[in-house]
């Protein structure tokens, strides 16, 4: 694997013929979640059983976070105190209505970081799969339903539904689409419901979802890995 500047932002780059991103093939790009460190998700593709021309993008979010989420990164800042203290009351939090005010922002970056894998690694947006973890899933969500920017799908790990009146008249633009959402039953931070709302709404503007669900928390388990590889295999045209 490789660091390399992709538009704005850091990233990790491996995969492919000689593991450091060689080569022609298709590109999966994952944006990791609020707090996590830039390298988050990096160890993902060595556990996903997929093709090896299939190349990797791992991309940190453009914040900083306060020392006490000691590397962590950020899309768009969440003010944790006040989910944190909803939860704990018990107080439903309106995700629907969510449209976070460093979004764009992060979208800009994103769309940058996209433009710059198509170049450096001489690949087409038809081939490049888009996703993450939590906020990277919402990241990738709102690129698609925001943007008429090609990609070849969605691949969208314990997110939800934000933004719902700018994605929702927008989600028909990407029927068709392959999409794979997965979400644990016990999620304390995105509860289950929330992901259903999205997955629903998808069905219904005819996107083709691929839906895996987990007895877990906010977290990628293995059953879940071991569905994401044969999608992305699919998807992408691989084998």
Not at 12 to 35: A, E, I, K, N, S
Not at 202 to 230: R, T
Request: glycine share 14%.
């Amino acid at each position: 694997m490789r660091q390399l500047k992709m538009g704005s932002l850091d990233a990790v780059v491996t995969g492919g013929p000689d593991r450091m991103g060689g080569g022609t093939g298709p590109v999966v790009v994952l944006m990791h979640g609020f707090g996590a460190p830039g390298g988050d998700l990096v160890g993902l593709w060595r556990a996903l059983r997929v093709a090896p021309e299939v190349r990797f993008v791992f991309p940190a979010a453009p914040l900083t976070l306060p020392p006490m989420y000691g590397d962590g990164r950020a899309w768009w800042m969440i003010d944790m105190e006040r989910l944190q203290g909803a939860l704990a009351a018990g107080q439903a939090r309106d995700f629907l209505s969510e449209d976070p005010p460093g979004l764009p922002n992060a979208r800009d970056h994103a769309m940058r970081m996209l433009d710059a894998v198509e170049k450096e690694l001489g690949v087409e947006g038809s081939n490049i799969l888009l996703g993450g973890f939590s906020q990277g899933a919402m990241l990738s969500c709102d690129i698609a339903f925001r943007t008429g920017r090609p990609v070849a799908g969605l691949v969208l790990l314990s997110g939800a539904l934000i933004a719902a009146k700018e994605w929702r008249p927008r989600m028909e633009t990407r029927r068709g689409m392959r999409v794979f959402q997965s979400h644990g039953k016990r999620d304390p931070l995105l509860p289950f419901g929330v992901a259903q709302v999205l997955r629903d709404d998808m069905v219904n503007a005819g996107i083709n979802v691929i839906w895996v669900e987990h007895g877990g928390q906010h977290e990628i388990p293995m059953p879940v890995m071991d569905k994401l590889g044969p999608f992305i295999q699919d998807t992408l045209g691989v084998e």
